[in-house]
């Protein structure tokens, strides 16, 4: 029934189908870990520690990956309702850093993560909840933190310009 | 068609149920390179002496 109304829906259903739920389930899986690893680098001191243009390009695809994700999570739950205060800010550059990674974590990756488990791994779903409720307490931590006596917001001089 | 624009046009198609599984696997691919890449530019910050 559930490959019925897919293809219905998409036209796409073939035989390669179930080999791309896998492949999503990975990729949902990797962006997880890499979002870890981020915040793991972060808490070490390596945003701190960037040049001026390195700390431009990860603000800059920081804010790309939220602007799109956020999109979708905003619209996905009204648990999320709060994504949608938070995409106007990501899309102009106004939030720090160390914001933004934890608004794409807990209100937009977590949310993708958790309706990918919804689509495709239904029987996981408890298991990869969890996962993202450890990072989404590991983030909120991380959002209080300062590095080297500033936020990295201050660092980067682009702290809240003002709410919109 | 910017890398943005691209990711959003995504975005928009998977909100709205229309994307296949193929569009949602680049979608996520695409979101993958983007963090790895700020994940580099993490681990090689100070190598270029300022710190």
Redesign the interface.
Same mark, same amino acid.
């Given at each position: 029934m559930e490959k019925f109304e897919?293809k219905k829906?998409?036209g796409?259903w073939d035989e390669n189908?179930l080999e791309? !739920?896998d492949?999503?389930g990975t990729?949902?899986l990797?962006?997880g870990e890499? #979002?870890e690893?981020?915040v793991e680098?972060?808490e070490k001191g390596?945003?701190a520690?960037?040049?001026?243009a390195?700390k431009e390009?990860?603000k800059q !695809?920081?804010n790309?990956?939220c602007?799109?994700?956020l999109?979708?999570a905003g #619209?996905?739950g009204a648990s999320h309702a709060d994504a949608f205060e938070f995409v106007p800010r990501i899309i102009r550059g106004e939030m720090a850093p160390a914001e933004t990674l934890s608004v794409l974590a807990i209100g937009a990756l977590s949310t993708l993560a958790l309706k990918g488990a919804e689509l495709f791994f239904k029987g996981k779903r408890d298991e990869i909840l969890g996962a993202f409720g450890e990072l989404k307490d590991r983030l909120s931590r991380l959002q209080r933190k300062k590095f080297h006596g500033q936020t990295a917001g201050e660092m980067l001089n682009i702290e809240e310009k003002g709410a919109p | 068609m910017t890398q943005e624009q691209k990711l959003k046009t995504l975005a928009q198609k998977i909100k709205d149920g229309f994307a296949t599984e193929a569009e949602t696997l680049v979608f996520l691919k695409e979101i993958n390179v983007l963090l790895a890449e700020i994940k580099n530019d993490l681990k090689n910050s100070g190598k270029n002496g300022k710190i």
């Amino acid at each position: 029934m559930e490959k019925f109304e897919f293809k219905k829906q998409t036209g796409e259903w073939d035989e390669n189908t179930l080999e791309k !739920k896998d492949e999503i389930g990975t990729e949902l899986l990797t962006a997880g870990e890499q #979002l870890e690893e981020i915040v793991e680098l972060i808490e070490k001191g390596g945003f701190a520690e960037s040049d001026d243009a390195a700390k431009e390009r990860i603000k800059q !695809k920081t804010n790309m990956v939220c602007g799109t994700i956020l999109t979708l999570a905003g #619209l996905w739950g009204a648990s999320h309702a709060d994504a949608f205060e938070f995409v106007p800010r990501i899309i102009r550059g106004e939030m720090a850093p160390a914001e933004t990674l934890s608004v794409l974590a807990i209100g937009a990756l977590s949310t993708l993560a958790l309706k990918g488990a919804e689509l495709f791994f239904k029987g996981k779903r408890d298991e990869i909840l969890g996962a993202f409720g450890e990072l989404k307490d590991r983030l909120s931590r991380l959002q209080r933190k300062k590095f080297h006596g500033q936020t990295a917001g201050e660092m980067l001089n682009i702290e809240e310009k003002g709410a919109p | 068609m910017t890398q943005e624009q691209k990711l959003k046009t995504l975005a928009q198609k998977i909100k709205d149920g229309f994307a296949t599984e193929a569009e949602t696997l680049v979608f996520l691919k695409e979101i993958n390179v983007l963090l790895a890449e700020i994940k580099n530019d993490l681990k090689n910050s100070g190598k270029n002496g300022k710190i």
